[in-house]
């Protein structure tokens, strides 16, 4: 069985497009949305209208450069869910209608299951069981992944996601949106021990993050009563500090569910997965500990169609197919 399929990623900003030969990706089509900048944040209605005018032209470039006909495919597949159901809609309708259209079944994807499984676009491919930390906008969470479509919920947060706390901290000081990147950016110039912040202590392997955005709002809110200019004249080492503190958090956690475990395959996905002192720290943990640690290409950190595509190739190989009256989820659990 060698399908040929074409997934379309729809769940917030991005609205993406690929397609997969045999569980090879041919392309990765992104088209962002530079609207939510000047709001500093998504606004979901803009999001779901900026994917009604490019989602055609996406897929048409996605078929276009695979060199892939429409009769040669054997199934669509789209994100169902989690997400922004307005988006989710644009690409659940599309999918639907291509499908009806050429008169071949559809996939519904987890988009969390996909973050994880974009470890299996190119090689190395991590071995099963391994474990892996999904960090996002909106997730925070260790996975025990037992197979490409058996994964199980270990850790999580109880309350906001690391990247929501990237984006508010960066909201705090007066950074454009997304702030998480400029975060990265301006801590590589800092010294990550300039400040510190409190932990928040959670039972098991679970997150919480609530707690050191309203920490970090304090701290900036006392230093610029006694510097009006703090934040400006200190930025490097505010958000060097800030992301250590968070980083720090992540693989802590980590580290309990690797031992607890005995799994020393380990992985990061998602948007947050794209920051550079999360990849370092986590390759020097991986090297003190033995672990063989895998770091996705960042193309594929952030929301992307590749991701989807892989999912459903492995998806089509177990003949699970939805029918046409699915409809999206604006939560869906892994």
Known sequence: MRPVILAIESSCDETSASVIRNGKVLNNIIASQAVHQKYGGVVPELASRAHQQNIIAVVSEAMETSGVSKTELDAIAFTRGPGLMGALLVGVSFAKGMAMALDIPMIEVNHMQAHVLAHFIDEPKPSFPFLCLTVSGGHTQIVLVKSHLEMEVIGQTQDDAVGEAFDKAAKIMGLPYPGGPLIDKYAQLGNPKAYKFSETVMPGLDFSFS????????????????????????????????????????LKRLLQASEQTGIKDIAIAGGVSANSGLRKELKALGDAKGWNVFIPAFEYCTDNAAMIAVAAHYKYLKQEFCSLDVTPLARMPL
């Open 211 to 250: 707690g050191i955005k309203t920490a970090f709002l304090y701290f900036l809110r006392d230093e610029k009563v006694k510097n009006p200019n703090f934040v400006e004249e200190h930025v490097n080492d505010i958000c060097a500090s800030i992301q250590q503190h968070l980083v720090t958090m992540l």
